[in-house]
């Protein structure tokens, strides 16, 4: 029996043709799933469609667009169970980096066709569904810059200068972090708290990897003040996305917890997986296993065994001997 596929497209994401996107992904796709396609308008947006896919039985639900997509579809889909895939076809496409999904569209259609499924946690931040992080200060600045004129203008390289020119203003503030074991009172500059993170969101990078599946939150305090101090934090965070170190600057901090509430003076402004939402107060809290994805073989967790491909390879179970034979002597 074919399984039923339920494609949420957004023909308005990113900067390609949507038409010849969408007659390939067709092409690729129609031959393994008896596939409905269904695209978003200004007024339907991508979580109406996912609730009518849970609706309709669909077996696989798959969402084609940028981060605002694949999000709302993402979040009407947690807790059904059923297997959530990504075409990312936007700017970042954070939730396919973070994730290890490819951003090419002809690998990220293979992987709906030979990839794993990986259930993942994800959160909820003053009450709305977080399936990545949570920005407190800085990086909320930056987003801010980054406004739709010049995104469209010059792609991921928005955020880039929106995050140089907010370098010239880093505020600090005054932060109570209050986690499952402690209450934490810090000054900083940028807090970030993430369930996934992908490698470009340095502000989550204080611990050596984001583990999108141990029903924790990850936060990271960066603390520099002055632009030198930034840089250096900034420089150490990269470190640590790139060779999976944590990170060691002095004004870096970082811990976990499942649950966080944050209060800081003055409020500052919260971005929730890209999105403004507000300012501090916010309580995350971790939704443990909430969301099962199609990724890359292999991709869900670091390898700790890989066989296949090996020349004449025959793999057995092993039995386990009962106790009892195990204590005969
Ligand atoms: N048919 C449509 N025509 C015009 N706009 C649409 C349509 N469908 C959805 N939208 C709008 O697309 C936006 C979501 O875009 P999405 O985040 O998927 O892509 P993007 O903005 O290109 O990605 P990125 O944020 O990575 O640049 C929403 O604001 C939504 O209202």
């Known amino acids: 029996m074919t399984r039923s596929a339920f494609l949420i497209f957004n023909p308005a994401a990113g900067q390609g043709n949507a038409e010849t996107d969408l007659a390939f ?13 269904h695209e978003t308008q200004p007024d339907t947006d991508a979580s109406q469609l996912a609730h009518l896919a849970i609706e309709q039985g669909a077996e696989v639900i798959i969402a084609s ?12 889909v947690i807790g059904s169970g059923i297997p959530f895939g990504v075409l990312p076809r936007g700017t970042a496409n954070a939730f396919a980096n973070a994730l290890k999904i490819p951003t090419g569209l002809a690998q990220a259609c293979e992987t709906l066709l030979d990839g794993m499924e990986y259930t993942v946690d994800v959160a909820t931040c003053n009450g709305k569904p977080m399936l990545l992080l949570a920005g407190i200060g800085f990086e909320a600045e930056v987003v801010k810059l980054a406004d739709r004129q010049s995104k469209d203008r010059f792609g991921l390289l928005a955020y880039v200068l929106g995050g140089v020119r907010e370098l010239r203003n880093l505020e600090k503030f005054h932060a109570e972090i209050d986690t499952d074991e402690n209450l934490v009172e810090v000054t900083a500059v940028a807090i970030t708290v993430a369930n996934a993170a992908p490698p470009s969101s340095i502000l989550a990078q204080g611990p050596a990897q984001v583990v999108a599946d141990d029903g924790l939150l990850d936060v990271t305090i960066v603390s520099a003040e002055g632009m030198t101090n930034a840089i250096a934090s900034a420089y ?3 470190r640590s996305a790139l060779n999976g170190d944590a990170a060691s600057h002095r004004d870096i901090g970082y ?24 300012e501090t107060p916010v309580e995350i809290k971790c939704i443990p296993q909430g969301l099962t994805v199609i990724v890359p073989q292999q991709s869900g967790k670091p390898a700790s065994e890989r066989l296949e491909g090996l ?9 386990k001997a009962p106790e009892a034979e195990e204590n005969q002597d």
């Open 236 to 238: 150490d965070l990269f």
């Open 65 to 76: 667009g940028g981060d605002g997509t694949v999000s709302a579809a993402a979040a009407a």
């Open 311 to 319: 020349p004449d390879l025959k793999v057995t179970p092993k039995l």
């Open 25 to 37: 992904i067709k092409s690729q796709l129609e031959p393994v799933f008896d596939l409905g396609v």
């Open 255 to 278: 811990l976990q917890s499942r649950s966080i509430t944050i209060r800081t003076e003055p409020p500052q402004p919260i971005v929730l997986d890209g999105e403004l939402i507000g």
